[in-house]
């Protein structure tokens, strides 16, 4: 099983890669993971790897162009970690910063919980 950090770093580089990635993107997570994120507008969490899948689906419905995913910070804890990230595209005013929460258990994601912590537009 792969580490908490190299985890991480496969969530990024997958999710950089959008819809081409979706079946890498979904081994990380566990069958019962739960994904919070502000992107949707659900306002309730996403449980299970089949509502993951539908969260990030509709994301790639309309991808951002030229879209840079940069993280700046991994900090690793006993259950989990938190990443910090920008993300930067034409398509936006200006830069989006933000703060992903994990929650990890047998080398895969079981609580995912993305926050906009910045825009700067």
Not at 15 to 23: K, L, P
Not at 26 to 37: G, K, T
Not at 67 to 96: F, H, N, Y
Request: charged content about 30%.
């Amino acid at each position: 099983m792969p580490g908490e950090r190299e985890l991480i770093e496969r969530y990024f580089t997958a999710m950089r890669r959008g819809a081409a990635a979706e079946a890498e993107l979904m081994e990380l997570f566990a069958p019962d993971a739960v994904y919070i994120e502000p992107f949707t507008g659900e306002n309730d969490p996403w449980v299970g790897r089949e509502a993951v899948r539908t969260a990030l689906r509709r994301g790639w419905e309309e991808p951002l162009p030229d879209l840079e995913l940069d993280v700046q910070r991994i900090d690793i804890r006993q259950d989990g970690a938190t990443a910090e990230w920008t993300c930067t595209s034409p398509a936006l005013p200006g830069p989006i910063a933000g703060r992903d929460e994990y929650t990890i258990s047998d080398g895969q994601i079981t609580r995912l919980v993305v926050e906009i912590v910045d825009f700067r537009g």
